[in-house]
């Protein structure tokens, strides 16, 4: 009976975690990448930011993606792709220092934040940490010209 109920919950568990990554790729991930797939790696001189956090969308249903979305920045925009665990259905999306309208800094109650608004057909996104210091910083040099 023990064996049957494992054979059992493995598929199911495997099942439910699809679902569950598909589902949030419709909720967020699918609007952001609206043409902007990157059909390239970031170039090795990208700078890599690793377990980031970021948030797609607002309002009632956000796609939240904590601490599990790696980033690289180069000198023409933002690579975004989720962890390997997370990956399937999250092609790499690459958004052009140009495609971001405005980044307002925002403070929650423990870290400041970072949110991005894009074209009107896409989301915005809020980047937390390391991340959204960084894209702000060098979203602002690109916006003055230099790198």
Not at 7 to 22: N, Q, R, T
Not at 108 to 117: D, K, Q, S, T
Request: aromatic residues 14%; contains cysteine; hydrophobic residues 45%.
């Amino acid at each position: 009976m023990f064996f049957a109920v494992i054979l059992l919950f493995i598929p199911a568990f495997i099942a439910l975690w699809l679902g569950v990554i598909k589902l949030i790729s419709m909720m967020g991930w699918q609007k952001l990448s609206g043409g902007r797939l990157s059909p390239e790696f970031p170039p090795p001189t990208a700078e890599k930011f690793t377990m980031q956090s970021l948030r797609i969308g607002s309002g009632f249903s956000p796609a939240n993606y904590n601490n599990c979305m790696n980033g690289w920045i180069d000198r023409n925009g933002l690579y975004l792709q989720p962890t390997f665990v997370f990956k399937l259905f999250h092609p790499l999306v690459y958004l052009r220092w140009n495609d971001i309208a405005k980044i307002v800094p925002e403070t929650g109650l423990i870290m400041e934040h970072f949110r991005l608004e894009l074209d009107a057909n896409r989301p915005q996104v809020t980047l937390y940490g390391r991340l959204g210091e960084a894209v702000s910083k060098r979203w602002q040099n690109a916006q003055r010209g230099s790198y």
